[in-house]
């Protein structure tokens, strides 16, 4: 595992449209029918990564208090599965259901679609206004595995406060930290 932090793609480029299968439904879908009608967050996520693994309640929680509120939550992973089979889309299945995701979790098996949002690391988050225009990405809060502070998603949670009431989203974002997206040799 290698930190890594988000690269921070800049704030107003439009979201890059994708077209993914859900490993849930077995359904190839894009993200102009998966965008949420005032927002949408887009999650670069894997199965085994510890980061992930400690945010994964909140992004549940997340998600399940905003979509009510028109706000589209997408997970996609993008990790290379010849080399981390652990992240392979049955296995992205079985751990969606465990985790019990609101959301579909997509399998972006060229990584074009990381590339295209240039995510580095799991969790990769950015929140896309309803015209899909970035407004936010970085961290989900400052919790991190063992370093005891709370995981709340206060950071991410602001974003979307501030979007859903029409007001400014704080430019200063710290930028998210995780395990390197898994690439692929070439």
Request: include cysteine; proline fraction near 8%; glycine fraction near 6%.
């Amino acid at each position: 595992m290698s930190l890594t932090p988000s690269t921070m793609l800049p704030l107003g480029t439009l979201a890059p449209e994708f077209s993914l299968p859900d490993t849930v439904t077995g359904q190839t879908l894009n993200l102009h029918a998966l965008k949420g009608e005032r927002g949408t967050v887009i999650m670069f996520i894997c199965n085994h990564c510890p980061f992930v693994v400690h945010v994964n309640p909140m992004l549940v929680e997340l998600a399940k208090t905003y979509q009510e509120k028109g706000i589209g939550f997408i997970a996609i992973s993008s990790n290379d599965i010849e080399n981390y089979p652990q992240d392979a889309p049955d296995l992205m299945k079985k751990k969606a259901a465990e985790e019990g995701y609101p959301f579909p979790y997509l399998y972006d098996e060229t990584q074009e679609t990381a590339k295209a949002y240039d995510a580095a690391c799991t969790p990769d988050l950015y929140l896309f206004d309803d015209a899909l225009k970035l407004v936010y990405r970085g961290q989900l809060d400052d919790s991190r595995p063992g370093n005891g502070l709370p995981l709340d998603g206060r950071d991410l949670r602001q974003a979307i406060e501030a979007l859903l009431q029409n007001g400014t989203i704080n430019a200063d974002q710290k930028p998210s930290m995780g395990c390197n997206i898994k690439w692929k040799k070439r």
